[in-house]
T-cell receptor, first 115, second 109 residues
């Protein structure tokens, strides 16, 4: 049963610290998405990749957030420096573009608390 | 105005009841439509796609009205296990999804 995996599942850190979240998409999926979910804003798309190339990161605060896909099995989202307003659940999702399916498979999320 | 709008609820209904959620979207160029389900403290999962002609999957029926730009989800014979948040989702391009903030459903015995 193929799944998207994310690490860490929980992270508590102090303001100003660097946070790195990792995602392993489902093997064979060519699109990877990073979302942030808060009670107030719901699910917001931060960035997404197709075939490892970044396609859209307009939802991401550029000064402190960065997203990369160093290889097909790993996507990373980094926050440096972190701020209390970054506290949220960060989801990674993967899918297969170009085959008529829009379904995205979500990982379990990283619950980030910045104090 | 948000691109996808939903009533946040909660909708509190007894087991066996029929409940309907609506959702409106602002971009007339939207091409594809979905309902995702998210259980408390879990990740969203696809519940069903929404087709122009309407479609049914067991107790769930989805409808699309392109002229009025709204989507609906009907749940018949509600079960306790249906308690969750239901996310309305639209797609403008072929892989970018836009999520509503969700409608919370609580089914009670």
């Amino acid at each position: 049963d193929a799944r998207v995996t994310q690490t860490p599942r929980h992270k508590v850190t102090e303001m100003g610290q660097e946070v790195t979240m990792r995602c392993q998409p489902i093997l064979g999926h060519n699109t990877v998405f990073w979302y942030r979910q808060t009670m107030m804003q719901g699910l917001e798309l931060l960035a997404y990749f197709r075939n490892r190339a970044p396609l859209d990161d307009s939802g991401m605060p550029k000064d402190r957030f960065s997203a990369e896909m160093p290889d097909a099995t790993l996507a990373t989202l980094k926050i440096q420096p972190s701020e209390p307003r970054d506290s949220a659940v960060y989801f990674c999702a993967s899918g297969r573009a170009g085959v008529g399916s829009y379904e995205q498979y979500f990982g379990p999320g990283t619950r980030l608390t910045v104090t | 105005r948000k691109e996808v709008e939903q009533d946040p609820g909660p909708f509190n209904v007894p087991e066996g009841a029929t409940v309907a959620f609506n959702c409106t979207y602002s971009n007339s160029a939207s091409q594809s439509f979905f309902w995702y389900r998210q259980d408390c403290r879990k990740e969203p999962k696809l519940l069903m796609s929404v087709y122009s002609s309407g479609n049914e999957d067991g107790r769930f029926t989805a409808q699309l009205n392109r002229a009025s730009q709204y989507i609906s989800l009907l749940i018949r014979d509600s079960k306790l296990s249906d308690s969750a948040t239901y996310l309305c989702v639209v797609s403008i391009t072929d892989d970018k999804l836009i999520f509503g903030t969700g409608t919370r459903l609580q089914v009670f015995p």
